[in-house]
């Protein structure tokens, strides 16, 4: 690096119960080309032997330490590794990725050169020995320029609210830590009712008007490691409907008109998606989808919000009319044959496939 000013950097690492790939994470953190770090470890109650694993990369290398607790979920581990953290800028990692060995100096260089808050960069996708760059094409927001308020807010906060903007997770980011202070003495960055499904979008989400400056670069820096809890059926995804309530409490402090529609849309798309889940994986009878949908629109808050904005604006689609109608058999229909579109093709069961023999031999 070109600059002499060598800025501390956190790296906080979430871990439960990852013994198969700790050592492989933690020795990508070591082996980084920038030397200035805090590697901050989070056991959140594992039960394997991954601790002794994080305990024994201390012992060698003195920037880690890990700190025990009892199980809260991955969110709260990262609430407490912030809490911990000293550096100038912090990055998050996940327990069973790893780093490129360029990945700090690239995200260090390009904060130093354009004193943003935050530096956002793409990363590669790996299925068992299977790796690919990550297609990120679609999102709205520039490559190599240098995006401030108030325009940063104006124009992509709606990314929050289903637009593709940016990725809106937590990890392949370099965050400037004044920011994050600033963010968590003012409002909830960690949530424990959205801690195990949409805790990565609930954080930016919050933090995002709190940025002065963004700045996105096309170089991968991050091994994403797919498979787990990332395909069949996941039993916190409930938690992304409580993710709705809140995303509309925001909307709503901040007058952000433009969000209200793709939130909708995105709440829609998710209800019909779980109960086919329910349908496909768990078996469930058809009575307990309807229950299902039934608690769920009597007791969202944000569902008066919905009808009342489809019964001004209208929709086309059918999944909206038969949810605004309470037609509940009629939506269980339509999540049926949504289940069998999406799970039942061939194409699908294919994915699934290899999706689990990859990840059972890597």
């Not at 394997?48 to 880690?64: L, T, V």
């Not at 995804?237 to 909307?251: E, G, T, V, W, Y």
Request: hydrophobic residues 35%; aromatic residues 16%.
């Amino acid at each position: 690096m070109e600059s002499s000013f060598q800025p501390l950097v956190s790296i906080i690492v979430p871990l439960y119960n990852q013994e198969k790939y700790i050592g492989a994470c933690l020795r990508s953190v070591c082996r980084q080309t920038y030397k200035n770090l805090e590697i901050i470890v989070i056991n959140d109650g594992s039960t394997d032997s991954s601790p002794k694993m994080a305990h024994n990369w201390a012992e060698k290398d003195e920037r880690i330490s890990v700190i025990d607790k009892q199980n809260q979920g991955v969110s709260l581990a990262r609430r407490d590794g912030l809490l911990a953290a000293n550096g100038d800028y912090v990055t998050f990692l996940d327990s069973d990725d790893t780093l490129k060995r360029y990945s700090i100096e690239i995200m260090v260089e390009c904060a130093l050169n354009t004193d943003v808050d935050l530096v956002q960069c793409s990363y590669d996708k790996q299925i068992g020995f299977i790796k690919r760059r990550k297609a990120d094409r679609n999102y709205m927001f520039p490559y190599n320029q240098l995006i401030s308020q108030p325009e940063l807010f104006e124009r992509y906060y709606v990314g929050f609210f289903s637009n593709k903007v940016f990725p809106i997770l937590m990890w392949g980011k370099l965050y400037r830590k004044s920011v994050l202070d600033k963010a968590f003495q003012n409002t909830e960055l960690f949530s424990s009712e959205v801690n195990l499904m949409g805790e990565d979008l609930y954080f930016n989400m919050k933090l995002f008007p709190y940025l002065g400056s963004m700045y996105r670069i096309d170089k991968s820096v991050y091994n994403y490691r797919y498979g787990g809890g990332t395909y069949g059926f996941n039993k916190n995804f409930p938690q992304l409907f409580i993710l709705s309530d809140k995303r509309l409490h925001l909307l709503d402090e901040y007058s952000y008109t433009e969000g209200y529609q793709p939130l909708f849309e995105e709440y829609v798309a998710c209800l019909y998606y779980h109960a086919s889940q329910m349908i496909h994986y768990k078996k469930c009878r058809k009575d307990d989808v309807i229950d299902f949908l039934k608690h769920e629109i009597n007791n969202r808050e944000l569902m008066p919000r919905l009808v009342d904005f489809y019964s001004q604006n209208g929709s086309n689609s059918e999944a909206v009319k038969l949810l605004c109608s309470k037609d509940y058999e009629a939506m269980f229909d339509y999540a049926m044959k949504d289940a069998k579109r999406m799970f039942c093709s061939y194409k699908y069961r294919l994915f699934e496939f290899i999706v689990k023999l990859f990840t059972r031999f890597s």
